[in-house]
C-alpha cells in the first residue's frame, strides 16, 4: 500500500529535478546558424579542418573517408589532400593515438565525434567552438563558457587568438559578451566565424549524410498525401452524388 503511493511520488520528483537540471543546462544563450547540407564548397573545408585539428585526438568511427565524396570531392583529392594517416579511402576516421594515452593526458578521453552534433546540436557546437577563454586555474590553461571546466584545450587558439573574462564578467552567468579578444590570432573575428561554421556544418552534414534526401523525400510525401486527399475526396463526392 505504502509502496503504491510512494512511487508516483518518487517519480514526480525525480521529473522535476531533470526538468530543472535540463533548465539550467540550457541557460547559456546559444549564438544561433543556420546549417546548409548543399553548400559544398563549405563542407569541404570543414571536412579538411575536421581532419586538420580534431583527428588528431577525437574519432569519428563511423564516418568513412569516402563519404566525402557525396560532398563533390573526387578519390584522388581524398587520398592526396585529406588521408593523414596512412588510412585507405575505405577506413573510417580513426585517431592517431590510442584513447589510453588520451585520457592520461586531459584527464578524459576525448568522446568520438561522429555524430556530435546530433547529440549536442549545431549552435552548441559553433558556440562551444567560440566559448573558449584563457583560466590559469584550469590545467589546460583554458575554459570555456558554454562547457565549463572542459578538459579538452582550445586547439583554434592560434587562429582566433586568445579571449580572456571581460574584468566585470558575471562568472555565474557568463555569455559570449563576457569575453574579449586579448590578443588577435591569425584569422579576423569574421574570418574565424567562417571557419568554424564551415566545420560545424561539416559536423552536421558528418552526423546525418543523408539528411538531404530525407529533407526532399519529406517534400515528396506530403505532395502524395495533399493528391491522395484531393483524390479520395473527388471520389467521396461522386460516390454520395445520388445518395442525398
Ligand atoms: C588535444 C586533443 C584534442 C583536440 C585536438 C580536440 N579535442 Fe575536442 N576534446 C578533447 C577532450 C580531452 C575532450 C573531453 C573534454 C571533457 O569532457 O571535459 C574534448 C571534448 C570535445 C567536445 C565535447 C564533447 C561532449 O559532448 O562532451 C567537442 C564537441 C569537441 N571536443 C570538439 C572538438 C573539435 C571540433 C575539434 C577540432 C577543432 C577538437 N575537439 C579537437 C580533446 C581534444
Not at 520528483?13 to 549564438?31: D, F, I, R, W, Y
Not at 564578467?169 to 586579448?182: F, G, M, N
Request: proline share 4%.
Amino acid at each position: 500500500m505504502m509502496i503504491k503511493k510512494i512511487v508516483p511520488f518518487i517519480y514526480l520528483v525525480m521529473l522535476s529535478v531533470t526538468t530543472v537540471v535540463a533548465h539550467a543546462e540550457e541557460e547559456v544563450p546559444l549564438q544561433h546558424i543556420s546549417i546548409n547540407g548543399t553548400d559544398y564548397a563549405s563542407l569541404q573545408r570543414g571536412a579538411e579542418h575536421f581532419i586538420n585539428y580534431c583527428v588528431t585526438c577525437h574519432g569519428a568511427k563511423f564516418v568513412r573517408y569516402d563519404l566525402l565524396e557525396k560532398i563533390g570531392l573526387n578519390k584522388q583529392q581524398i587520398e592526396k589532400n585529406l588521408i593523414l594517416t596512412g588510412s585507405k579511402i575505405s577506413d573510417s576516421m580513426v585517431v592517431a593515438f590510442s584513447s589510453r594515452d588520451a585520457k592520461e593526458w586531459f584527464g578524459v578521453a576525448p568522446p568520438d565525434l561522429s555524430v556530435e552534433a546530433r547529440v549536442r546540436g549545431a549552435d552548441w557546437l559553433y558556440s562551444y567552438l567560440k566559448g573558449f577563454y584563457q583560466d590559469d586555474s584550469r590545467p589546460s590553461g583554458w575554459n570555456n563558457v558554454v562547457f565549463p571546466n572542459v578538459a579538452m584545450p582550445h586547439v583554434l587558439y592560434a587562429l582566433q587568438g586568445t579571449q580572456v573574462l571581460a574584468p566585470n564578467a558575471d562568472r555565474q552567468h557568463l555569455t559570449k559578451e563576457s569575453l574579449v579578444l586579448e590578443k588577435p590570432g591569425k584569422l579576423t573575428a569574421a574570418e574565424y566565424d567562417q571557419f568554424v561554421y564551415d566545420l560545424v556544418n561539416y559536423m552536421s552534414f558528418m552526423a546525418e549524410p543523408n539528411r538531404e534526401t530525407r529533407i526532399h523525400m519529406g517534400y515528396g510525401v506530403i505532395i502524395f498525401l495533399i493528391l491522395g486527399f484531393a483524390l479520395s475526396y473527388a471520389l467521396k463526392k461522386e460516390f454520395w452524388k445520388d445518395i442525398h
